[in-house]
Protein backbone atom coordinates (compact mmCIF):
# COMPACT_ATOMS: atom_id res chain seq x y z
CA UNK A 1 0.00 0.00 0.00
CA UNK A 2 2.85 2.03 1.14
CA UNK A 3 4.91 1.91 -2.50
CA UNK A 4 1.47 2.44 -4.08
CA UNK A 5 1.03 5.68 -2.63
CA UNK A 6 4.97 6.52 -3.15
CA UNK A 7 4.17 5.60 -7.12
CA UNK A 8 1.28 7.76 -7.81
CA UNK A 9 3.41 10.20 -5.58
CA UNK A 10 5.70 10.26 -7.93
CA UNK A 11 3.16 9.97 -11.13
CA UNK A 12 1.71 13.18 -10.32
CA UNK A 13 4.90 15.12 -10.07
CA UNK A 14 6.16 14.43 -13.47
CA UNK A 15 6.89 17.15 -16.27
CA UNK A 16 4.75 17.84 -18.79
CA UNK A 17 8.14 17.74 -21.44
CA UNK A 18 9.31 15.09 -23.58
CA UNK A 19 11.07 11.91 -22.61
CA UNK A 20 11.80 8.45 -21.43
CA UNK A 21 10.14 6.57 -18.50
CA UNK A 22 10.62 3.47 -17.02
CA UNK A 23 8.60 0.98 -15.57
CA UNK A 24 10.23 -1.28 -12.71
CA UNK A 25 8.76 -4.54 -10.64
CA UNK A 26 8.98 -5.26 -7.13
CA UNK A 27 12.69 -6.95 -7.88
CA UNK A 28 13.54 -3.96 -9.77
CA UNK A 29 13.83 -5.09 -12.75
CA UNK A 30 12.85 -2.70 -16.14
CA UNK A 31 9.45 -4.39 -17.40
CA UNK A 32 8.60 -1.42 -19.74
CA UNK A 33 10.42 1.54 -21.28
CA UNK A 34 7.88 4.01 -23.40
CA UNK A 35 8.74 7.44 -24.78
CA UNK A 36 6.08 10.48 -24.64
CA UNK A 37 5.94 13.90 -25.73
CA UNK A 38 4.27 14.69 -22.30
CA UNK A 39 5.76 12.56 -19.89
CA UNK A 40 3.10 13.56 -16.99
CA UNK A 41 0.00 12.87 -19.37
CA UNK A 42 1.75 9.51 -20.72
CA UNK A 43 2.45 8.15 -17.53
CA UNK A 44 -0.48 9.11 -15.55
CA UNK A 45 -2.32 7.18 -18.38
CA UNK A 46 -1.71 3.90 -17.00
CA UNK A 47 -2.97 4.49 -13.68
CA UNK A 48 -6.12 7.02 -14.35
CA UNK A 49 -8.49 4.23 -16.29
CA UNK A 50 -9.35 0.56 -16.45
CA UNK A 51 -7.82 -0.67 -18.98
CA UNK A 52 -9.85 -3.11 -21.14
CA UNK A 53 -6.71 -5.06 -22.34
CA UNK A 54 -5.88 -7.73 -19.99
CA UNK A 55 -2.44 -7.69 -20.77
CA UNK A 56 -2.02 -3.68 -20.18
CA UNK A 57 -3.74 -4.26 -16.80
CA UNK A 58 -1.14 -7.12 -15.77
CA UNK A 59 1.23 -4.97 -17.02
CA UNK A 60 0.38 -2.03 -14.28
CA UNK A 61 -0.21 -4.46 -11.63
CA UNK A 62 3.16 -5.31 -11.61
CA UNK A 63 4.55 -1.51 -11.89
CA UNK A 64 6.11 -0.81 -8.30
CA UNK A 65 8.40 1.91 -9.12
CA UNK A 66 9.09 4.49 -12.19
CA UNK A 67 12.36 6.93 -13.33
CA UNK A 68 11.41 8.98 -16.13
CA UNK A 69 14.35 11.19 -18.36
CA UNK A 70 13.28 14.69 -20.01
CA UNK A 71 14.91 15.09 -23.51
CA UNK A 72 14.74 18.20 -25.70
CA UNK A 73 12.40 16.59 -28.39
CA UNK A 74 10.61 13.87 -29.14
CA UNK A 75 12.98 12.58 -31.77
CA UNK A 76 15.53 12.62 -28.80
CA UNK A 77 12.93 10.49 -26.88
CA UNK A 78 12.69 7.74 -29.57
CA UNK A 79 16.43 7.51 -29.73
CA UNK A 80 16.82 7.11 -25.95
CA UNK A 81 14.15 4.72 -25.78
CA UNK A 82 15.58 2.70 -28.95
CA UNK A 83 18.71 2.14 -26.74
CA UNK A 84 17.15 1.42 -23.10
CA UNK A 85 15.23 -1.20 -25.41
CA UNK A 86 18.08 -2.45 -26.95
CA UNK A 87 19.99 -2.90 -23.64
CA UNK A 88 17.52 -4.24 -21.36
CA UNK A 89 15.10 -6.07 -23.29
CA UNK A 90 11.83 -5.37 -21.00
CA UNK A 91 9.45 -7.72 -20.73
CA UNK A 92 6.86 -5.76 -21.99
CA UNK A 93 8.19 -4.19 -24.96
CA UNK A 94 8.23 -4.65 -28.52
CA UNK A 95 11.24 -7.08 -29.21
CA UNK A 96 12.13 -9.10 -31.88
CA UNK A 97 11.95 -12.87 -31.18
CA UNK A 98 14.99 -13.97 -33.38
CA UNK A 99 18.29 -12.57 -31.07
CA UNK A 100 20.56 -14.68 -32.68
CA UNK A 101 24.09 -13.29 -33.28
CA UNK A 102 24.63 -13.24 -37.39
CA UNK A 103 27.55 -12.81 -38.65
CA UNK A 104 30.22 -9.68 -39.87
CA UNK A 105 32.59 -9.32 -42.66
CA UNK A 106 35.36 -7.06 -41.04
CA UNK A 107 38.25 -5.31 -42.93
CA UNK A 108 40.62 -5.34 -40.33
CA UNK A 109 42.50 -2.28 -39.02
CA UNK A 110 46.00 -3.07 -40.07
CA UNK A 111 48.61 -3.14 -42.29
CA UNK A 112 47.76 -4.97 -45.55
CA UNK A 113 43.97 -5.62 -43.86
CA UNK A 114 42.91 -9.55 -43.83
CA UNK A 115 39.20 -9.28 -44.69
CA UNK A 116 37.37 -12.38 -43.05
CA UNK A 117 33.72 -13.31 -41.60
CA UNK A 118 33.35 -12.80 -37.92
CA UNK A 119 30.52 -13.02 -34.99
CA UNK A 120 32.33 -10.88 -32.74
CA UNK A 121 32.67 -7.08 -32.84
CA UNK A 122 35.46 -5.23 -31.15
CA UNK A 123 36.36 -1.74 -31.01
CA UNK A 124 39.64 -1.76 -32.28
CA UNK A 125 39.33 0.93 -35.48
CA UNK A 126 38.09 -2.01 -38.16
CA UNK A 127 35.53 -1.74 -40.20
CA UNK A 128 32.17 -3.98 -40.13
CA UNK A 129 29.74 -4.65 -42.68
CA UNK A 130 26.32 -6.47 -42.05
CA UNK A 131 25.26 -8.26 -40.15
CA UNK A 132 24.06 -11.26 -42.70
CA UNK A 133 20.89 -13.24 -41.72
CA UNK A 134 21.88 -15.39 -44.99
CA UNK A 135 25.22 -17.09 -44.29
CA UNK A 136 25.71 -19.01 -47.47
CA UNK A 137 25.10 -15.37 -49.30
CA UNK A 138 27.92 -13.86 -47.02
CA UNK A 139 30.38 -16.62 -47.74
CA UNK A 140 29.46 -16.59 -51.49
CA UNK A 141 30.30 -12.47 -51.05
CA UNK A 142 33.38 -13.88 -49.50
CA UNK A 143 34.39 -15.66 -52.66
CA UNK A 144 33.60 -13.40 -54.72
CA UNK A 145 36.13 -11.24 -53.21
CA UNK A 146 38.86 -13.76 -53.07
CA UNK A 147 38.37 -14.36 -56.53
CA UNK A 148 38.67 -10.89 -57.97
CA UNK A 149 41.44 -9.31 -55.88
CA UNK A 150 44.77 -10.39 -54.63
CA UNK A 151 44.08 -9.90 -51.00
CA UNK A 152 46.68 -11.64 -48.05
CA UNK A 153 44.48 -14.52 -45.65
CA UNK A 154 47.42 -15.10 -43.37
CA UNK A 155 47.75 -13.96 -40.15
CA UNK A 156 51.14 -12.45 -40.50
CA UNK A 157 51.91 -9.19 -38.84
CA UNK A 158 52.87 -7.29 -41.71
CA UNK A 159 54.05 -3.58 -39.80
CA UNK A 160 56.92 -1.65 -41.49
CA UNK A 161 59.06 -3.21 -38.60
CA UNK A 162 58.75 -6.23 -39.39
CA UNK A 163 58.84 -6.26 -43.05
CA UNK A 164 62.56 -4.50 -42.82
CA UNK A 165 63.68 -7.68 -41.05
CA UNK A 166 62.71 -9.85 -43.66
CA UNK A 167 62.00 -12.81 -42.11
CA UNK A 168 58.97 -14.14 -44.36
CA UNK A 169 58.22 -16.20 -47.02
CA UNK A 170 55.66 -16.09 -50.06
CA UNK A 171 53.37 -18.80 -49.60
CA UNK A 172 51.21 -21.08 -51.81
CA UNK A 173 48.62 -17.73 -52.23
CA UNK A 174 51.30 -15.92 -53.81
CA UNK A 175 52.19 -18.67 -56.44
CA UNK A 176 48.70 -19.18 -57.58
CA UNK A 177 48.31 -15.91 -57.87
CA UNK A 178 45.73 -15.06 -55.22
CA UNK A 179 48.38 -12.65 -53.31
CA UNK A 180 50.26 -10.37 -54.48
CA UNK A 181 53.37 -10.81 -51.66
CA UNK A 182 53.31 -8.00 -49.47
CA UNK A 183 55.30 -9.81 -47.29
CA UNK A 184 58.29 -9.96 -49.26
CA UNK A 185 57.17 -6.11 -49.68
CA UNK A 186 56.19 -7.03 -53.74
CA UNK A 187 53.22 -5.29 -53.32
CA UNK A 188 53.07 -1.64 -51.71
CA UNK A 189 50.30 -0.52 -49.48
CA UNK A 190 49.18 2.04 -51.90
CA UNK A 191 48.33 0.01 -54.18
CA UNK A 192 46.42 -2.45 -51.34
CA UNK A 193 44.65 0.12 -50.27
CA UNK A 194 43.24 1.34 -53.73
CA UNK A 195 41.71 -2.79 -53.60
CA UNK A 196 40.67 -2.11 -50.36
CA UNK A 197 38.61 0.89 -51.59
CA UNK A 198 37.16 -1.14 -54.66
CA UNK A 199 36.09 -3.87 -52.31
CA UNK A 200 34.39 -1.32 -49.52
CA UNK A 201 32.23 -0.26 -52.34
CA UNK A 202 31.51 -3.93 -52.76
CA UNK A 203 30.61 -4.87 -49.24
CA UNK A 204 28.56 -1.43 -48.55
CA UNK A 205 26.21 -2.44 -51.89
CA UNK A 206 27.19 -0.22 -53.96
CA UNK A 207 27.33 -2.56 -56.80
CA UNK A 208 26.19 0.43 -59.31
CA UNK A 209 28.40 2.88 -58.98
CA UNK A 210 31.34 0.46 -58.49
CA UNK A 211 30.58 -0.51 -62.00
CA UNK A 212 29.79 2.81 -63.24
CA UNK A 213 33.81 3.54 -62.00
CA UNK A 214 35.33 0.18 -63.54
CA UNK A 215 33.37 1.10 -66.96
CA UNK A 216 35.09 4.66 -66.89
CA UNK A 217 38.46 2.71 -65.97
CA UNK A 218 37.96 0.70 -68.95
CA UNK A 219 37.97 3.13 -71.15
CA UNK A 220 40.56 5.23 -70.37
CA UNK A 221 42.96 1.83 -69.80
CA UNK A 222 41.63 1.03 -73.34
CA UNK A 223 41.99 4.72 -74.77
CA UNK A 224 45.77 4.52 -73.50
CA UNK A 225 46.47 1.28 -75.22
CA UNK A 226 46.79 -0.58 -72.02
CA UNK A 227 44.69 -3.59 -72.99
CA UNK A 228 46.01 -5.86 -70.39
CA UNK A 229 44.65 -3.61 -67.83
CA UNK A 230 41.24 -2.81 -69.33
CA UNK A 231 41.12 -6.66 -70.03
CA UNK A 232 40.83 -7.12 -66.27
CA UNK A 233 38.35 -4.29 -65.73
CA UNK A 234 35.64 -5.81 -68.88
CA UNK A 235 36.14 -9.07 -66.10
CA UNK A 236 35.45 -7.26 -63.29
CA UNK A 237 32.63 -5.85 -64.71
CA UNK A 238 31.08 -8.75 -65.86
CA UNK A 239 32.00 -11.23 -62.62
CA UNK A 240 30.09 -7.85 -60.70
CA UNK A 241 26.87 -7.88 -62.58
CA UNK A 242 26.95 -11.68 -62.26
CA UNK A 243 26.93 -11.61 -59.01
CA UNK A 244 24.29 -8.16 -58.72
CA UNK A 245 21.99 -10.42 -60.31
CA UNK A 246 22.07 -13.35 -58.03
CA UNK A 247 21.55 -11.01 -55.11
CA UNK A 248 17.78 -9.83 -56.45
CA UNK A 249 18.27 -6.85 -58.67
CA UNK A 250 15.55 -4.59 -58.37
CA UNK A 251 16.02 -1.78 -60.18
CA UNK A 252 19.16 -0.89 -62.90
CA UNK A 253 19.58 2.59 -61.00
CA UNK A 254 20.66 3.75 -57.75
CA UNK A 255 18.36 3.66 -55.11
CA UNK A 256 18.93 3.07 -51.47
CA UNK A 257 16.01 2.43 -49.00
CA UNK A 258 14.64 -0.11 -46.56
CA UNK A 259 11.65 -2.41 -46.93
CA UNK A 260 9.58 -3.46 -43.36
CA UNK A 261 6.56 -5.60 -43.35
CA UNK A 262 4.68 -6.77 -40.34
CA UNK A 263 1.98 -9.48 -39.92
CA UNK A 264 -0.50 -10.36 -37.32
CA UNK A 265 -1.61 -13.99 -37.73
CA UNK A 266 -3.13 -16.47 -34.87
CA UNK A 267 -2.06 -14.36 -32.25
CA UNK A 268 1.19 -13.81 -33.26
CA UNK A 269 3.18 -10.89 -34.96
CA UNK A 270 5.79 -11.54 -37.82
CA UNK A 271 8.49 -8.98 -39.39
CA UNK A 272 9.92 -8.95 -42.36
CA UNK A 273 13.03 -6.34 -43.36
CA UNK A 274 14.34 -6.10 -46.76
CA UNK A 275 17.62 -3.46 -47.10
CA UNK A 276 17.95 -2.00 -50.87
CA UNK A 277 21.18 -0.77 -51.62
CA UNK A 278 22.13 0.84 -55.33
CA UNK A 279 18.96 -1.08 -56.65
CA UNK A 280 19.75 -4.80 -54.93
CA UNK A 281 18.43 -6.21 -52.01
CA UNK A 282 21.63 -7.08 -50.08
CA UNK A 283 19.80 -8.58 -46.59
CA UNK A 284 16.88 -10.30 -46.46
CA UNK A 285 15.74 -10.82 -42.58
CA UNK A 286 11.92 -12.80 -41.48
CA UNK A 287 11.34 -13.85 -38.03
CA UNK A 288 8.95 -13.36 -35.02
CA UNK A 289 7.98 -10.50 -32.94
CA UNK A 290 7.53 -10.43 -29.19
CA UNK A 291 4.55 -8.47 -28.60
CA UNK A 292 3.21 -8.68 -24.88
CA UNK A 293 0.93 -6.32 -24.97
CA UNK A 294 -0.60 -7.01 -28.22
CA UNK A 295 0.60 -3.60 -29.95
CA UNK A 296 -1.51 -1.93 -33.12
CA UNK A 297 -0.11 -2.73 -36.29
CA UNK A 298 1.23 1.04 -36.39
CA UNK A 299 3.25 0.99 -33.08
CA UNK A 300 4.83 -2.03 -33.67
CA UNK A 301 5.87 -0.60 -36.85
CA UNK A 302 6.72 2.48 -34.83
CA UNK A 303 9.34 0.22 -32.14
CA UNK A 304 10.49 -2.51 -34.39
CA UNK A 305 11.59 -0.10 -37.30
CA UNK A 306 14.15 2.03 -35.23
CA UNK A 307 15.69 -1.61 -33.96
CA UNK A 308 15.79 -3.03 -37.60
CA UNK A 309 17.76 -0.35 -38.81
CA UNK A 310 20.14 -0.19 -35.85
CA UNK A 311 20.71 -3.40 -36.19
CA UNK A 312 21.91 -3.85 -39.86
CA UNK A 313 23.36 0.16 -39.76
CA UNK A 314 21.21 1.50 -42.05
CA UNK A 315 20.79 4.59 -43.20
CA UNK A 316 18.97 4.65 -45.67
CA UNK A 317 16.29 8.20 -46.05
CA UNK A 318 12.88 6.21 -47.01
CA UNK A 319 11.21 3.19 -45.55
CA UNK A 320 8.78 1.40 -47.49
CA UNK A 321 5.97 0.14 -44.78
CA UNK A 322 2.70 -1.96 -45.22
CA UNK A 323 0.05 0.44 -43.24
CA UNK A 324 -0.62 4.03 -44.91
CA UNK A 325 -0.47 5.96 -42.27
CA UNK A 326 0.00 6.58 -38.41
CA UNK A 327 3.93 5.56 -38.38
CA UNK A 328 6.86 8.52 -38.38
CA UNK A 329 10.24 7.94 -38.23
CA UNK A 330 12.58 10.61 -37.28
CA UNK A 331 15.42 10.00 -39.59
CA UNK A 332 13.74 8.99 -42.78
CA UNK A 333 10.33 9.06 -44.93
CA UNK A 334 7.65 6.41 -44.76
CA UNK A 335 6.21 5.64 -47.99
CA UNK A 336 3.20 3.45 -48.67
CA UNK A 337 3.42 2.20 -52.02
CA UNK A 338 0.41 1.80 -54.16
CA UNK A 339 1.77 0.85 -57.75
CA UNK A 340 5.65 0.18 -59.06
CA UNK A 341 8.56 -1.24 -57.97
CA UNK A 342 8.52 -0.53 -54.34
CA UNK A 343 5.03 -2.34 -54.47
CA UNK A 344 6.58 -5.03 -55.46
CA UNK A 345 9.29 -4.51 -52.99
CA UNK A 346 6.42 -4.86 -50.19
CA UNK A 347 4.64 -7.55 -51.64
CA UNK A 348 8.33 -9.96 -51.82
CA UNK A 349 8.57 -8.39 -47.74
CA UNK A 350 5.11 -10.08 -47.58
CA UNK A 351 5.90 -13.54 -49.14
CA UNK A 352 8.69 -13.58 -46.47
CA UNK A 353 6.90 -13.51 -44.29
CA UNK A 354 4.46 -16.31 -45.31
CA UNK A 355 7.42 -18.40 -45.95
CA UNK A 356 9.38 -17.58 -42.27
CA UNK A 357 6.16 -18.88 -40.63
CA UNK A 358 5.63 -21.91 -43.39
CA UNK A 359 9.11 -22.94 -41.91
CA UNK A 360 7.82 -22.28 -38.21
CA UNK A 361 5.06 -24.52 -38.54
CA UNK A 362 7.25 -27.62 -40.20
CA UNK A 363 10.37 -27.14 -37.19
CA UNK A 364 7.59 -27.48 -35.08
CA UNK A 365 5.87 -30.45 -36.88
CA UNK A 366 9.51 -31.58 -36.78
CA UNK A 367 10.06 -31.38 -33.20
CA UNK A 368 6.51 -32.78 -32.37
CA UNK A 369 7.54 -35.85 -34.38
CA UNK A 370 10.53 -36.52 -33.38
CA UNK A 371 9.02 -35.89 -29.13
CA UNK A 372 6.15 -38.70 -30.60
CA UNK A 373 8.99 -41.65 -31.85
CA UNK A 374 10.92 -40.55 -28.49
CA UNK A 375 8.10 -41.40 -26.45
CA UNK A 376 7.08 -44.79 -28.52
CA UNK A 377 10.43 -46.13 -28.23
CA UNK A 378 10.36 -45.28 -24.42
CA UNK A 379 6.81 -47.35 -24.00
CA UNK A 380 8.02 -50.20 -26.07
CA UNK A 381 11.20 -50.58 -23.93
CA UNK A 382 8.72 -50.20 -20.83
CA UNK A 383 6.41 -52.81 -21.90
CA UNK A 384 9.62 -54.90 -22.54
CA UNK A 385 11.45 -54.66 -18.77
CA UNK A 386 7.87 -55.05 -16.80
CA UNK A 387 6.37 -58.06 -19.03
CA UNK A 388 3.61 -56.54 -19.70
CA UNK A 389 1.22 -57.53 -22.69
CA UNK A 390 0.25 -54.40 -24.03
CA UNK A 391 1.80 -50.69 -25.20
CA UNK A 392 1.23 -49.08 -21.82
CA UNK A 393 0.15 -45.97 -24.13
CA UNK A 394 -2.13 -44.88 -21.44
CA UNK A 395 -0.22 -44.54 -17.71
CA UNK A 396 -1.40 -43.33 -14.52
CA UNK A 397 1.01 -42.17 -11.59
CA UNK A 398 -0.34 -41.35 -7.71
CA UNK A 399 1.95 -38.84 -5.45
CA UNK A 400 0.81 -37.99 -1.79
CA UNK A 401 1.77 -34.30 -0.07
CA UNK A 402 0.82 -33.35 3.71
CA UNK A 403 2.66 -31.17 5.80
CA UNK A 404 3.29 -32.97 9.17
CA UNK A 405 -0.33 -34.82 8.52
CA UNK A 406 -1.84 -31.13 7.24
CA UNK A 407 -3.75 -30.55 4.26
CA UNK A 408 -3.10 -34.08 3.08
CA UNK A 409 -3.64 -34.35 -0.41
CA UNK A 410 -3.04 -36.81 -3.62
CA UNK A 411 -2.94 -36.29 -6.85
CA UNK A 412 -2.74 -38.51 -9.99
CA UNK A 413 -1.03 -37.71 -13.35
CA UNK A 414 -2.14 -39.14 -16.74
CA UNK A 415 -0.16 -39.99 -19.74
CA UNK A 416 -1.04 -40.71 -23.22
CA UNK A 417 0.93 -42.30 -25.94
CA UNK A 418 4.09 -41.44 -24.05
CA UNK A 419 3.27 -37.24 -23.12
CA UNK A 420 1.08 -35.62 -20.35
CA UNK A 421 -2.32 -35.41 -21.18
CA UNK A 422 -3.32 -32.33 -18.47
CA UNK A 423 -7.24 -32.11 -18.91
CA UNK A 424 -7.38 -35.73 -17.44
CA UNK A 425 -4.93 -34.58 -14.23
CA UNK A 426 -7.00 -35.41 -11.21
CA UNK A 427 -6.65 -33.92 -7.43
CA UNK A 428 -7.52 -35.59 -4.17
CA UNK A 429 -8.47 -33.97 -1.00
CA UNK A 430 -8.02 -36.89 1.54
CA UNK A 431 -11.06 -37.77 3.30
CA UNK A 432 -10.73 -40.67 5.37
CA UNK A 433 -7.34 -40.67 6.70
CA UNK A 434 -6.14 -38.65 10.18
CA UNK A 435 -2.95 -37.78 10.88
CA UNK A 436 0.18 -38.62 8.01
CA UNK A 437 -0.68 -41.98 6.93
CA UNK A 438 1.27 -42.40 3.76
CA UNK A 439 -0.34 -46.01 3.07
CA UNK A 440 -3.81 -45.44 3.77
CA UNK A 441 -3.57 -42.15 2.19
CA UNK A 442 -2.56 -44.39 -1.11
CA UNK A 443 -5.38 -47.01 -0.40
CA UNK A 444 -7.98 -44.20 0.03
CA UNK A 445 -7.21 -42.09 -3.23
CA UNK A 446 -6.25 -45.34 -5.49
CA UNK A 447 -9.43 -47.15 -4.59
CA UNK A 448 -11.62 -43.42 -4.90
CA UNK A 449 -10.17 -43.09 -8.42
CA UNK A 450 -10.58 -46.62 -9.93
CA UNK A 451 -14.09 -46.82 -8.51
CA UNK A 452 -15.65 -43.78 -10.30
CA UNK A 453 -13.70 -45.26 -13.38
CA UNK A 454 -16.01 -48.64 -13.30
CA UNK A 455 -18.62 -47.18 -12.33
CA UNK A 456 -18.91 -44.83 -15.15
CA UNK A 457 -17.48 -47.07 -17.47
CA UNK A 458 -14.51 -45.31 -18.16
CA UNK A 459 -11.28 -46.88 -20.17
CA UNK A 460 -8.52 -48.48 -17.38
CA UNK A 461 -5.01 -47.31 -17.87
CA UNK A 462 -3.29 -50.10 -19.23
CA UNK A 463 -0.26 -49.20 -16.21
CA UNK A 464 -0.52 -47.62 -12.95
CA UNK A 465 2.46 -46.29 -11.32
CA UNK A 466 2.88 -45.31 -7.38
CA UNK A 467 5.23 -43.08 -6.19
CA UNK A 468 6.58 -45.01 -3.26
CA UNK A 469 8.41 -48.33 -2.16
CA UNK A 470 6.33 -51.55 -1.41
CA UNK A 471 4.55 -50.06 1.29
CA UNK A 472 2.85 -47.66 -0.90
CA UNK A 473 2.38 -50.28 -3.66
CA UNK A 474 0.60 -53.09 -1.23
CA UNK A 475 -1.54 -50.37 0.24
CA UNK A 476 -2.75 -49.70 -3.53
CA UNK A 477 -3.21 -53.17 -4.26
CA UNK A 478 -5.43 -53.54 -1.32
CA UNK A 479 -7.88 -51.02 -2.74
CA UNK A 480 -7.85 -52.85 -6.50
CA UNK A 481 -8.39 -55.81 -5.16
CA UNK A 482 -11.38 -54.55 -2.66
CA UNK A 483 -12.93 -53.60 -6.06
CA UNK A 484 -11.94 -56.56 -7.74
CA UNK A 485 -9.97 -55.44 -10.45
CA UNK A 486 -6.59 -56.62 -10.26
CA UNK A 487 -6.78 -58.30 -13.63
CA UNK A 488 -7.98 -55.29 -15.39
CA UNK A 489 -5.09 -53.16 -13.78
CA UNK A 490 -1.52 -53.69 -13.59
CA UNK A 491 0.40 -51.47 -10.84
CA UNK A 492 3.91 -51.06 -10.21
CA UNK A 493 5.98 -48.97 -7.24
CA UNK A 494 8.80 -46.95 -7.91
CA UNK A 495 11.31 -46.07 -5.22
CA UNK A 496 12.62 -42.64 -4.89
CA UNK A 497 16.20 -43.26 -3.52
CA UNK A 498 18.04 -45.98 -6.39
CA UNK A 499 14.66 -45.62 -9.08
CA UNK A 500 13.98 -48.62 -8.23
CA UNK A 501 11.24 -50.26 -10.07
CA UNK A 502 9.04 -52.96 -7.68
CA UNK A 503 6.71 -55.72 -9.40
CA UNK A 504 3.84 -57.25 -7.19
CA UNK A 505 5.02 -60.78 -6.44
CA UNK A 506 8.59 -60.37 -6.75
CA UNK A 507 10.71 -60.56 -4.03
CA UNK A 508 13.88 -57.93 -6.28
CA UNK A 509 13.28 -54.67 -7.42
CA UNK A 510 13.87 -53.69 -10.96
CA UNK A 511 16.74 -51.44 -11.75
CA UNK A 512 16.80 -49.61 -14.77
CA UNK A 513 19.90 -48.68 -16.75
CA UNK A 514 20.36 -44.29 -15.66
CA UNK A 515 20.34 -43.85 -20.06
CA UNK A 516 16.96 -45.79 -20.15
CA UNK A 517 14.56 -44.03 -22.16
CA UNK A 518 11.55 -46.36 -20.06
CA UNK A 519 13.45 -44.78 -16.97
CA UNK A 520 13.22 -41.45 -18.09
CA UNK A 521 9.53 -41.56 -18.94
CA UNK A 522 8.56 -43.29 -15.69
CA UNK A 523 10.58 -40.15 -13.62
CA UNK A 524 8.78 -37.82 -15.76
CA UNK A 525 5.60 -39.47 -14.32
CA UNK A 526 6.79 -39.57 -11.36
CA UNK A 527 8.22 -35.49 -11.14
CA UNK A 528 4.55 -34.61 -12.73
CA UNK A 529 2.88 -36.40 -9.77
CA UNK A 530 4.81 -34.74 -7.78
CA UNK A 531 5.12 -31.22 -9.13
CA UNK A 532 1.48 -31.40 -9.58
CA UNK A 533 0.54 -32.85 -6.24
CA UNK A 534 2.90 -29.93 -4.01
CA UNK A 535 1.00 -26.71 -6.37
CA UNK A 536 -2.56 -28.37 -4.69
CA UNK A 537 -0.72 -28.37 -1.48
CA UNK A 538 0.92 -25.03 -1.37
CA UNK A 539 -2.34 -23.59 -2.78
CA UNK A 540 -4.53 -25.38 -0.38
CA UNK A 541 -2.33 -24.19 2.78
CA UNK A 542 -2.10 -20.97 1.76
CA UNK A 543 -5.60 -20.79 1.24
CA UNK A 544 -7.19 -21.90 4.60
CA UNK A 545 -4.18 -19.28 6.33
CA UNK A 546 -5.44 -16.14 4.18
CA UNK A 547 -9.35 -17.31 4.14
CA UNK A 548 -8.64 -17.60 8.12
CA UNK A 549 -6.85 -14.12 8.12
CA UNK A 550 -9.71 -12.37 6.61
CA UNK A 551 -12.60 -14.34 8.69
CA UNK A 552 -11.37 -12.02 11.69
CA UNK A 553 -12.94 -8.75 10.01
CA UNK A 554 -16.48 -8.54 10.88
CA UNK A 555 -18.84 -7.32 8.15
CA UNK A 556 -17.06 -9.29 5.47
CA UNK A 557 -18.82 -12.46 4.98
CA UNK A 558 -18.00 -15.52 3.17
CA UNK A 559 -19.09 -14.60 -0.25
CA UNK A 560 -16.66 -11.23 0.08
CA UNK A 561 -13.81 -13.25 0.88
CA UNK A 562 -14.25 -15.49 -2.11
CA UNK A 563 -15.02 -12.60 -4.25
CA UNK A 564 -11.96 -10.77 -3.44
CA UNK A 565 -9.51 -13.95 -3.35
CA UNK A 566 -11.38 -14.93 -7.17
CA UNK A 567 -9.92 -11.51 -8.20
CA UNK A 568 -6.82 -10.67 -6.42
CA UNK A 569 -5.43 -14.43 -5.46
CA UNK A 570 -3.05 -12.84 -2.46
CA UNK A 571 -4.03 -10.59 0.30
CA UNK A 572 -0.74 -8.46 -1.37
CA UNK A 573 -2.42 -7.69 -4.40
CA UNK A 574 -5.13 -6.65 -2.58
CA UNK A 575 -3.11 -4.56 -1.27
CA UNK A 576 -1.41 -3.01 -4.19
CA UNK A 577 -4.39 -2.56 -5.76
CA UNK A 578 -5.62 -0.09 -3.43
CA UNK A 579 -8.90 0.78 -1.50
CA UNK A 580 -10.36 2.55 -4.24
CA UNK A 581 -9.90 -0.59 -6.77
CA UNK A 582 -11.36 -2.82 -4.40
CA UNK A 583 -14.10 -0.05 -3.47
CA UNK A 584 -15.47 -1.12 -7.25
CA UNK A 585 -15.55 -4.62 -6.43
CA UNK A 586 -17.38 -5.14 -3.34
CA UNK A 587 -18.37 -1.50 -2.07
CA UNK A 588 -17.12 1.30 -0.20
CA UNK A 589 -17.81 0.57 2.88
CA UNK A 590 -16.57 -3.09 2.92
CA UNK A 591 -13.49 -1.71 1.43
CA UNK A 592 -13.07 0.61 4.27
CA UNK A 593 -13.24 -2.47 6.68
CA UNK A 594 -10.61 -4.39 4.78
CA UNK A 595 -8.01 -1.41 4.64
CA UNK A 596 -8.78 -0.70 8.11
CA UNK A 597 -7.85 -4.37 9.03
CA UNK A 598 -4.39 -4.35 6.65
CA UNK A 599 -3.15 -0.48 8.65
CA UNK A 600 -3.70 -2.69 11.83
CA UNK A 601 -1.22 -5.13 11.25
Known amino acids: MKAQI ?38 NSYFQKDHIDGKTRTLVKQIVDLQFTVVETEIDALLLENNLIKSHRPRYNVLLKDDKTYPWIVIKN ?7 STRRKFNDGSTYYGPYPNVKGMHALLQLIRELFQIRTCALDLSQQKLEKAKYKVCLEYHIGKCAGPCEKHQKQSNYDETLRVIRLLLEGKNYSLIQQLKKQMQAFASEQAFEEAQRCKELILALEQFRTKSMVVADHAQNFDV ?15 VV ?3 SIVHTYATRIEDPLDEALEVLYQNIIPQLRSHFSSAAKEVIIGVPNGVQLYDAKVIFPKIGEKKQLLELAQNNVKHAQLQARKQAMNASTNVQNSAMQALLELQSVLGLSTIPKHIECFDNSNLQGTNAVSACVVFKEGVPSKADYRHFNVKTVVGPDDFLTMKEVVGRRYKRLKEEGQAFPDLVIIDGGKGQLGAALEAVEELGLQKELKLVGLAKRLEEIYKPGFSKSLILSRRSLALKLVQQLRDEAHRFGISHHRNKRSKGALETQLDQIKGLGPKTIAQLFQEFKTITKMQEAGQEMIAKKIGAAKAQLLFQYFQQQ
Open 6 to 43: ELLNKVATLPHHPGVYQFFDQKGKIIYVGKAKDLKKRV
Open 110 to 116: EPFARIF
Open 260 to 274: CYIEKNNGLSWVSFL
Open 277 to 279: REG
